[in-house]
């Protein structure tokens, strides 16, 4: 059974940062790439960022340049540093593991387990 935890969200003025973690229970976790999406109230789920097995970065066009995505194989962690908060990046953000033999990083279906999600607010 894979187990996703995120931590790190909170509540933050707008201009400020904050840094999201995901622990994976995951055996071989450096075989897989791993994700982040977003979803805000009313809002379908939305891709935020994702890291390959390897470390090559990808990043939504609202996020590039504010967020940062990296993982420690060592210790089955993925985390997402976010940088210059705007109140629209307010949202639930998810971790979640893309299947091995998906080919798509921005795709909710190319992902396979999901984290219960940590709320990310940003006030203006």
């Known amino acids: 059974q894979v187990q996703l935890v995120e931590s790190g969200g909170g509540l933050v003025q707008a201009g400020g940062s904050l840094r999201l973690s995901c622990a994976a229970s995951?055996?071989?976790?450096?075989?897989?790439?791993m994700g982040w999406f977003r979803q805000a109230p009313g809002e379908e789920r939305e891709f935020v960022a994702a890291?390959?097995?390897?470390?090559?970065?990808y990043y939504s066009d609202s996020v590039k340049g504010r967020y940062t995505i990296s993982r420690d194989n060592a210790k089955n962690t993925v985390a997402l540093q976010m940088n210059s908060l705007k109140p629209e990046d307010t949202a639930i953000y998810y971790c979640?593991?893309?299947?091995?033999?998906?080919?798509?990083?921005?795709?909710?279906?190319?992902?396979?387990?999901w984290g219960q999600g940590t709320q990310v607010t940003v006030s203006s």
């Open positions: 979640a593991r893309r299947g091995q033999y998906s080919t798509d990083y921005s795709s909710r279906s190319s992902y396979d387990y």
């Open positions: 995951l055996r071989i976790f450096g075989t897989y790439a």
């Open positions: 890291i390959s097995r390897r470390g090559t970065t």
